[in-house]
Nanobody
């Protein structure tokens, strides 16, 4: 069974930085899109950043210029560098991967809390 293993969440003060990592394993088909979503209490899950295998990357407007998504296709790993964090970035962050055969995988979620 394929799975995504996340790490790197935690508590940070506003203006600080965190780096999230997500490694895919046991996924037998090539991964196309890979990235991060987040869900704050009482809100819907939303896209933070996602990258295709070819390197095309999309960011939510709210994180442009502060977050950077990078990817290592050989390791099936994606990273999210989060700088200049704001209290409104507080959420559970979920890694997401989609294969070329349209299978979708989710990580278990990692909490990011930004204090003011």
């Amino acid at each position: 069974q394929g799975q995504l293993v996340e790490s790197g969440g935690g508590l940070v003060q506003a203006g600080g930085s965190l780096r999230l990592s997500c490694a895919a394993s046991g996924i037998h088909f090539s991964i196309n899109n890979m990235g991060w979503y987040r869900q704050a209490p009482g809100k819907q899950r939303e896209l933070v950043a996602s990258s295709s295998r070819s390197g095309r990357t999309n960011y939510a407007d709210s994180v442009k210029g502060r977050f950077t998504l990078s990817r290592d296709n050989a390791k099936n790993t994606v990273y999210l560098q989060m700088n200049s964090l704001k209290p409104e970035d507080t959420a559970v962050y979920y890694c997401n991967a989609q294969t070329y055969y349209s299978s979708t995988y989710w990580g278990q979620g990692t909490q990011v809390t930004v204090s003011s």
